[in-house]
């Protein structure tokens, strides 16, 4: 089954010699029953016409920002609207960094800012300029964000070099985005809670117990479940990053206030991914005032905290509920332990030895359930968090089927 027949495709160009690929991409984009319009930055007209690729889409090509004749209907905010999905292809240094800062100062920017469609970028240039810290720094920044980077691909460049940079041909853009078009639909209508980040169990009004989880993995999963059509409730710690697109976050402090939010939520849920670095333990007395530096040292009596995760899998026993375990070591023992001890579907296990994954770009996981398990190597957070879902709604699909085989 084909996900692109009727799905309106915006094609971005930028000026790079790859832009010539541009043209039997939007064929197969046409040959595959897509809506192909076509936008264009000054540069890219350097290398192809906009007639050609007028000719091929069967639209007129969007060239300019401030064009009198599309801006009496605001021409950008219609484009903008338009696109189910905006393709950059090829997206050079230059493009790939005005994304990244969040320029607008001609059509193409200024449409991606303000369009609500999933975004892809093709990276096609020289390979030092690949690999030039700027533009991975760029690249880490657009995956956090949630934009897919299809490519690129290694070999023989247009300047002599060798190595990675190019673009990736027409066919395999294509089969990329059809994929992508396809998991859009994997979740739809499924609502799913997540926690994520960290917790703080206060000591008295100014200090407090936390832990270094920066909640980026739990974003990243949140991202990930709505753009595969779920209704995301995201149950948060206190954490420096913005909400993602399309999901609903509540926020909280505690142990105690992340348990009472997600015990509520938990139960017009379908699929419980618990990320949440949750404290264990909490202080027995909160002083009513700031502790003051008087004796030698100082002891602070603790309790432990409610088992979150084993209290909605008690509570909703068939919930499709997703742990997650950061350990030192013997990584695989623990995760099976808990699997097992908490009666989970699954466990996303990763090492956190040695500073990993701790507000880090990247993480590797390994994720196990009752039958099996499934290794992910490292890679950026948003990369691994799709790959991740993609697993987890395999797995919920398959139950949801034997539970109602009708």
């Known amino acids: ?67 009198p004749q599309a801006e009496l209907g605001m021409g950008h905010i219609e484009l903008a609207r338009w696109a ?33 469609a999933p975004l892809a970028v093709a990276p096609a240039m020289n390979q030092q300029m690949w690999r030039n810290p700027a533009t991975q720094h760029n690249i880490r920044i657009l995956q956090e964000r949630g934009i897919r980077v299809f490519g690129p691909g290694e070999g023989e460049q247009a300047c002599g070099d060798t190595g990675l940079g190019r673009m990736l041909e027409a066919a395999e853009l294509v089969q990329t985005l059809e994929t992508c078009c396809a998991t859009s639909q994997a979740l739809h209508g499924t609502r799913v809670l997540i926690t994520a980040g960290p917790t703080r169990e206060p000591i008295d009004p100014v ?9 980026k993995m739990g974003y990243a999963v949140a991202l990930a479940a709505a753009k595969m059509g779920a209704e995301v409730v995201l149950v948060s710690g206190p954490v420096a990053l913005e909400c993602p697109p399309g999901v609903k976050r509540i926020l909280t402090e ?14 017009q849920a379908n699929l419980f991914i618990a990320t949440a670095a949750v404290a264990d333990y909490t202080p027995m007395e909160v002083a009513g005032r700031k502790i003051k530096k008087n004796a030698e040292t100082l002891s602070i009596e603790m309790k432990r905290t409610t088992d979150i995760l084993a209290t909605i899998k008690r509570e909703h026993p068939h919930l499709f509920t997703v742990g997650f375990a950061a350990e030192t070591h013997d990584l695989m023992e623990y995760a099976r332990s808990k699997l097992e001890r908490k009666g989970i579907d699954m466990i996303a296990a990763n090492s956190v030895a040695d500073g990993k994954a701790f507000d880090q770009p ?15 190597p490292e890679m950026s957070k948003q990369r691994l968090a799709e790959e991740l879902m993609a697993l987890v709604a395999a797995h919920y699909k398959q139950r949801k089927t034997s539970d109602d085989p009708d």
């Open 84 to 116: 189910d999905a905006i393709l950059i292809a090829p997206a050079t240094a230059n493009t790939l960094a005005r994304l990244t800062y969040g320029l607008a100062d001609d059509l193409l920017n200024t449409v991606c800012l303000a369009s609500k």
């Open 362 to 376: 990247t993480n590797a996981l390994e994720v196990v359930w009752k039958d099996g398990h499934h290794s992910f």
């Open 207 to 215: 200090r407090f117990l936390t832990n270094r989880s920066s909640g």
């Open 254 to 267: 505690s142990a105690a206030d992340m348990l009472k939010a997600t015990c509520e939520q938990a139960q």
């Open 1 to 67: 089954m084909s996900f692109l027949p009727g799905k309106n495709i915006l094609l971005g160009i930028s000026g790079g010699i790859a832009a010539y690929k541009s043209a039997e991409l939007v064929r197969l984009l046409r040959k595959q029953g897509a809506n192909v319009r076509v936008c264009m930055t000054a540069a890219a007209q350097e290398f192809i016409t906009p007639l050609t690729l007028q000719a091929l889409s069967g639209n007129p090509v969007h060239t300019e920002l401030l064009d």
